[in-house]
């Protein structure tokens, strides 16, 4: 059993004797504030799935600079784990912690798709960390080279710099970083120039931590507003010019052509991983669908049966995360029907927008057909609308669910992407909701074995629409995690404006649309007013 302290707080238990993950709870799942650290009820929920005191328990690293935290936050080599013994419950069982930036690397290890004892290269590129491992076929792992610190920082960093709401004297907004991601796509292409360059020249070579706003107040992008031109040109270089750092050093010391494994915050980023999947530098990439701090119990955990094992390879399932809970919910003014996933392709195909649960959530950020808000991929109008439900700005974009199948039909990029985590070039003229403004999508791809369901519902969809891609974005109210019972998903959908929701295998269709956000209305149901219920 695995702890991740600090923000993204997860608990993941393995079991040894098979090397398999049984499950990942995130903190900030069942509507929780994102990003929460580990809760009694995490705690609970975690321990009661368990029918025994766990052999082990592993804690990651973290950066307080107490002597609770001896093995802290950075690090691989000797010194960076402790091992030892702890007493839980009158029963003696072993302990293991190791750095946070080891769980990230034992986290892709373990969850890649490669051989054991292969050797592959590994990326960390997150907030703190921005450094290249190799790891040989002993499981001896060598520091190729720091590329640059903060990288995940630097790159949040911008987003406060022009956001005149942004307040705090020092440090950064951790959601800032995928609004960043999705500005670069208004950014015209070109060479930086005089007042980019000198940005450039100013933040990526700076090990300066925490960053201040009030050091650039004489910079012409402090407070210019985050959708101006010359501030999505500048998101633009910025994002250009650190993962051109990294590819330069890649290039120049990782030459065996190894696969590469990409884990940390950066590694939610889906531009960069297709741009590493072209550099042809590695015969694959891999990046596991919770890259960012909600892998990184996993991490911990696998690091410990390597260290008790020698085995540091698991199996894995993207929908381990908590089970849904059915509690009381209030039918007025509903109409439950037995799921037919004709009728609810039909509802979509109507215009429709519908909330899916489907058992256990995902494990990550990325909503995958397991907690999700799905609609028809057909019209600009329906992206507006699904970023006012979700009380989102509008130049956030709206993610495409595709059958697997029908990828090359409709996107560039024909490889699978089970876990949302590339860009593509849209091909088909009719996915304008999910067409982002340059012309990309961050496509998630759906095959009967992976989700049975989802599959079944696009099949549908296809048989009427002739397209098998629906429109994919969370299950969450606003600055919450993933909604996770029954109760707190009848109050969203009527508040947000939901035309129905699916819950496992009953289809409930709100019969009266109160006033909502979707109507461009304000009042107490509006989506600017919808919070997450007290817990």
């Known amino acids: 059993m695995s702890f991740k302290p600090g923000h993204d707080g997860t608990i993941a238990a393995l079991d040894i004797s098979a090397a398999e993950l049984i499950y990942s709870f995130e903190a900030e799942k069942d509507s929780f504030p994102r990003y929460s650290t580990i809760n009694p009820t995490t705690i609970l929920e975690a321990a009661g799935r368990l029918d025994a005191i766990p052999d082990i ?17 950075y690090g691989i080599a000797q010194g960076s784990e402790l091992v030892g013994e702890r007493t839980i419950f009158g029963r003696k069982v072993h302990f293991y912690s190791s750095t946070h930036e080891r769980s990230h690397l034992w986290g892709s290890y373990g969850m890649s798709p490669f051989p054991a004892r292969m050797p592959c290269y590994a990326l960390i590129w997150e907030g703190w960390c921005g450094d290249f491992y190799e790891i040989d076929e002993y499981l001896q792992v060598v520091h190729r080279g720091k590329v640059m610190a903060n990288p995940g920082e630097k790159y949040a960093f911008l987003y406060g710099l022009a ?12 959601e800032d970083a995928g609004k960043v991601m999705a500005l670069c796509a208004y950014g015209q292409t070109g ?4 007042d980019e360059r000198a940005l450039i020249d100013f933040l990526l070579p700076s090990d300066l931590y925490p960053l201040s706003k009030e050091d650039l107040r004489n910079s012409p992008y402090y407070n210019i507003g985050v959708t101006h031109q010359k501030f999505t040109n ?11 750092s990294f590819h330069t050093f890649a290039k120049k010391n990782l030459t065996k052509g190894y696969p590469l494994l990409i884990s940390g915050g950066c590694g939610l980023n889906c531009e960069w991983n297709r741009r590493w999947l072209e550099t042809n530098l590695f015969s694959d990439v891999f990046i596991p669908p919770c890259a960012n701090d909600s892998g990184s119990a996993i991490g911990t955990a696998v690091d410990a049966m390597r260290h ?4 540091a390879k698991i199996k894995w399932n993207v929908y381990s995360g908590q089970p849904f809970v059915l509690d009381e919910i209030d039918r007025t003014g509903l109409e439950v029907h037995p799921l037919d996933y004709g009728q609810v392709a039909s509802a979509l195909l109507d215009d429709k927008v519908i909330g899916w649960v489907q058992g256990n959530c995902e494990i990550g950020p990325r909503a995958l057909g ?21 009380n989102r700005e509008g130049f956030r974009p ?4 595709c059958l697997e199948q029908d990828l090359a039909l409709h996107f560039d990029l024909a490889r699978p992407s089970p876990y949302m985590l590339l860009f593509q070039k849209v091909l088909d003229s009719r996915l304008e ?8 999508a961050r496509a998630q791809t759906v095959s009967q074995e992976q989700n049975p369901h989802l599959f079944q519902l696009l099949t549908a969809f296809k048989a009427k629409s002739g397209i098998g891609v629906l429109c994919n974005t969370s299950l969450n109210f606003n600055g919450a995690g993933f909604i996770n019972r029954a109760s707190d998903l009848l109050a969203y959908a009527r508040a947000a404006g939901l035309d129905g929701v699916v819950i496992d295998d009953a289809f409930y269709l709100l019969k009266e649309a109160p006033v909502t956000a979707s109507s461009g209305q304000k009042g107490p149901l509006s989506g600017e007013n919808i919070r997450p219920p007290v817990l």
């Open 370 to 390: 397991n907690r999700s808000i799905l609609a028809a991929p057909f019209s600009k109008t329906t992206h507006e609308r699904l970023n006012r439900i979700k």
């Open 57 to 73: 328990i592993a804690v990651g690293g973290w950066h307080t600079g107490f002597g609770h935290d001896p093995v802290g936050y």
């Open 308 to 311: 008790f094992t020698g085995n």
């Open 398 to 401: 709206i993610a495409p669910v």
């Open 191 to 194: 060479s930086p120039d005089r």
């Open 163 to 174: 956001d005149p709401t942004f307040t705090l004297p020092k440090g950064t907004r951790i």
């Open 234 to 244: 500048l998101a633009r270089r910025v994002s250009d010019a650190i993962f051109d």
């Open 433 to 440: 909701a999910v067409t982002h403004v340059d012309g990309t």
